[in-house]
């Protein structure tokens, strides 16, 4: 698999949408773009999309492998936020 800057463009869409592709992952994205500060705690999705932590864990790694948001660990807390708002 080529990186993505040498890929082509419909690989690169290919991904996206295989990261885009339940939709626990399209609220997850809503409620990001929604967040005020344009981040949102593991502890705030958690509570809107009312999925166990396992699972929602297991869509947010789908999100980061294909690029689409980014995580930041501070202390015992992890804040998400979009990767190209």
Same mark, same amino acid.
């Given at each position: 698999m080529l990186p993505?800057?040498? %890929?082509p463009l419909y690989e690169i869409k290919a991904n996206l949408f295989k990261g885009l592709a339940h939709p626990a992952r399209i609220r997850i994205l809503e409620l990001l773009a929604a967040a005020p500060q344009e981040t949102a705690a593991v502890s705030y999705l958690? %509570?809107?999309?009312g999925l166990e932590a396992s699972h929602?864990?297991?869509h947010l790694a789908t999100l980061r492998k294909h690029k689409v948001v980014t995580s930041v660990r501070t202390a015992n807390a992890v804040t998400y936020r979009l990767a190209h708002p």
């Amino acid at each position: 698999m080529l990186p993505s800057a040498q %890929a082509p463009l419909y690989e690169i869409k290919a991904n996206l949408f295989k990261g885009l592709a339940h939709p626990a992952r399209i609220r997850i994205l809503e409620l990001l773009a929604a967040a005020p500060q344009e981040t949102a705690a593991v502890s705030y999705l958690l %509570a809107e999309t009312g999925l166990e932590a396992s699972h929602l864990s297991q869509h947010l790694a789908t999100l980061r492998k294909h690029k689409v948001v980014t995580s930041v660990r501070t202390a015992n807390a992890v804040t998400y936020r979009l990767a190209h708002p």
